[in-house]
């Protein structure tokens, strides 16, 4: 992927002033910041190492690590700027900094140790689960259960992947919208729990509070659906709550990257569900792995070719790749689709297939499910943004001047207006500030009943951006702001309840009349507007236009030009990593 980056003023923050050579001259191009040289500097300090051409390699080690690889490809690195004056050679092997595992050289890739050392542990722990031995299973009772939870949309794939999922302790389930991956997990829990007896542990997981909040309603549903024609099930409804996973790991106040749960002080569940894997990093992976009870199962649930995690790392895809071809690999991949949306089906399906000709080709034809707007300059998106926007914040205003947070939540849930970015013309913040202008210039909204000077106004949309364990309120979880007794009152849809808030209370919320496509995952909405920033944007991959397009039930559409939507397709969001070499190498 080619790698954009923007040269920097005299007086930039991003300018190392005392850097020189190398380091100057890449800081000067825009594709190293004063951060970057400041960590290769340091370090060169302390290990010894005057080598400029190792200390551009720590530097550029550390920018992977900021845009989310977990070590540096340096073939790929000099394809991202050609036009630098590279070094011809890299004398790594023989740096001092490598002499003293600070840095690690290894598959041709430049690592900073904590990452290496993640890296190797994530592939360690995953190799010592598929060594252990298989789980007992009684095969006749297995029989007799899968007879009962074949009832409904379950395909012989899926019983497949269901029956494989039962003899192993990890299990890597993956596929796109609409293939069944939640009836599945749903029919292996009650499987599993027959199998147990009835009692059995389980954890349901997401990074995110949304995310945690949809598996767990998900599942309950589809186990009520299994309860429906198997009465004899063991009743895990009311037994299932979705946390994330921070939550489940134990979050420590006094550290932002270990939790309560570790090697020392495992997890009590027997099974630990997984959703939206694609979004965990490395890190947490990491975290997770070392948590679990050898005997546990663990299900990682997702789709690999959705946007990767904001973090370090692109586990779930490396895992599937990884174990590609390998006897003993553990992951079960749904492909047969259940959903009635055609057109969104066939969307989806040439992005993955990154076939250009055909996305516009389905984009272009005529259908209730999918729509193309082809505009580039401001007025004519407003133009097309305005109506769909402005009638969805209405819908949510109006059930929240009813005193109605239900209703209001449910109307949220209806559209959702997705951008690439948070600043600028095609941002989030931008978008944010129109949508509260015409929802106040609308005529069947009564201004004063918006009511509450500032930004605690009545129908306010709310997007929760980190976790808060004192507030149990979590990233990724939505609200509104709604009138109560003629005071705004922030509810926010938790797991198992609405949360009831004053307003002041929230500290890390912000409005989301839209949302970038980032923070999109592990959601959904019936109708969504996805709005494409220009060919030029770094951030436009092919990854980020599918899982925005996948976010939708009902309806997509998509606004932009035939040029954002060739490179969004043309663009793959590659990041350098190892750990599938590793799995592969085995």
């Not at 009772?141 to 939870?149: G, P």
């Not at 997984?274 to 009870?293: P, Q, Y």
């Not at 949302?515 to 436009?540: W, Y």
Request: aromatic content about 6%; charged content about 25%.
């Amino acid at each position: 992927m080619t790698e954009l980056f923007e040269p920097v003023g005299e007086h930039d923050w991003r300018i190392a002033t005392t850097a020189t050579g190398l380091l100057a001259s890449f800081n000067a191009a825009g594709l190293l910041t004063s951060s970057d040289i400041h960590v290769a500097t340091r370090l060169g300090a302390l290990g010894g190492e005057e080598d400029e051409r190792v200390l551009l390699a720590v530097a550029l080690a550390v920018r992977a690590v900021r845009r989310g690889s977990v070590c540096l490809d340096l073939a790929a690195a000099r394809d991202g700027a050609p036009e630098l004056d590279w070094p011809d050679e890299w004398p790594l092997a023989e740096s001092p900094l490598v002499a003293a595992g600070v840095l690690r050289w290894e598959f041709g890739l430049f690592y900073l140790d904590r990452y290496h050392r993640l890296e190797t542990q994530v592939h360690d722990d995953l190799a010592a689960r598929l060594a252990l031995a298989t789980p007992a299973v009684d095969e006749a009772r297995l029989s007799v259960a899968l007879a009962q939870v074949r009832a409904g949309h379950f395909s012989p794939e899926q019983e497949a992947a269901v029956v494989a999922a039962v003899h192993r302790r990890t299990t890597i389930l993956t596929g796109g919208p609409g293939t069944g991956k939640t009836t599945t997990v749903a029919r292996l829990l009650a499987l599993l729990a027959d199998q147990a007896g009835g009692g059995l542990s389980i954890a349901l997981a997401a990074p995110t509070g949304k995310a945690a909040t949809r598996l767990q309603e998900a599942v309950t549903a589809e186990l009520d659906a299994v309860a429906a024609t198997w009465p004899e099930a063991p009743g895990l409804v009311g037994r299932l709550t979705g946390l994330t996973l921070h939550r489940l790991l134990g979050w420590r106040p006094d550290n932002a990257t270990r939790f309560r749960h570790d090697r020392a002080n495992r997890l009590k569940y027997d099974v630990v569900v997984v959703d939206e894997s694609s979004m965990v990093e490395l890190t947490m992976m990491g975290r997770l792995l070392e948590a679990l009870r050898p005997e546990s199962r663990l299900v990682l649930v997702g789709d690999p070719r959705q946007l990767t995690s904001v973090g370090a790392g692109a586990v779930l895809s490396d895992l599937v790749a990884g174990y590609d071809g390998r006897p003993d690999s553990p992951v079960a991949a749904l492909t047969e689709n259940f959903r009635s949306e055609e057109d969104i089906k066939g969307l989806a399906a040439a992005l993955r297939d990154g076939d250009a000709d055909q996305v516009l080709a389905v984009l272009r034809t005529p259908s209730e499910q999918v729509s193309f707007v082809e505009a580039g300059d401001e007025a004519t998106i407003e133009a097309a943004l305005r109506p769909d926007s402005t009638a969805a914040a209405r819908a949510v205003w109006r059930a929240a001047v009813d005193e109605d947070p239900a209703r209001a939540l449910a109307e949220l849930d209806r559209y959702r207006l997705l951008c690439a970015h948070r600043e600028g013309p095609y941002g989030v913040r931008r978008w944010n500030h129109l949508v509260e202008r015409w929802l106040a210039e609308d005529p069947e909204v009564d201004a004063q009943q918006l009511g509450y000077a500032g930004e605690w106004y009545v129908g306010r949309p709310l997007l929760v951006t980190s976790n808060d364990y004192a507030l149990d309120v979590y990233n990724g979880e939505t609200g509104v702001v709604v009138r109560r007794g003629g005071r705004p009152r922030a509810f926010v849809a938790g797991s198992e309840r609405l949360k009831e808030f004053a307003p002041g209370r929230l500290d890390a919320v912000e409005t989301m009349h839209a949302m970038t496509i980032h923070k999109s995952q592990g959601s959904q909405a019936d109708r969504v507007t996805v709005l494409l920033p220009d060919e030029g944007s770094r951030l436009l991959t092919r990854e980020l236009f599918y899982t925005a397009v996948t976010r939708a039930r009902l309806n997509v559409r998509v606004v932009g030009t035939e040029a954002a939507v060739r490179a969004a397709v043309g663009t793959r969001a590659l990041r350098a990593t190892g750990l599938r070499l590793r799995l592969a190498g085995e």
